[in-house]
């Protein structure tokens, strides 16, 4: 079993930077591929990026590709989402979520965190 919590949400500018780390407790983090997922205001959750547990396979949605990148760290068993050029519409709470494939469907992932808001301003 993997238990997640996130960091990092907060309120910024367009334009600007945020990291968000998702940190992971469990025998089996490395098992997993370990995605971020994000839900707006009025929305459905919505994919964003996910991490092989070897860090070599990673694949982004098309709305933040070039903009933010995935990262993890199995030795502290931390995952990283570095999201640049943030824009209004990148508003939204964020979670990671585990999964045992590699996959962008919610309903594929096993564990989920309990988000964290990132908020970018106009």
């Known amino acids: 079993q993997v238990q997640l919590v996130e960091s990092g949400g907060e309120l910024v500018q367009a334009g600007g930077s945020l990291r968000l780390s998702c940190a992971a407790s469990?025998?089996?983090?490395?098992?997993?591929?370990i995605g971020w997922f994000r839900q707006a205001p009025g929305k459905e959750r919505e994919f964003v990026a996910y991490?092989?547990?070897?860090?070599?396979?990673?694949r982004y949605a098309d709305s933040v590709k070039g903009r933010f990148t995935i990262s993890r760290d199995n030795a502290k068993s931390t995952v990283s989402l570095q999201m640049n050029s943030l824009k209004p519409e990148d508003t939204a709470v964020y979670y990671c979520?585990?999964?045992?494939?590699?996959?962008?469907?919610?309903?594929?992932?096993?564990?989920w965190g309990q988000g964290t808001q990132v908020t970018v301003s106009s």
């Open positions: 991490i092989s547990w070897s860090g070599g396979r990673t």
């Open positions: 979520a585990a999964a045992r494939n590699a996959v962008v469907t919610e309903s594929s992932y096993n564990y």
């Open positions: 469990g025998r089996a983090f490395t098992d997993y591929y």
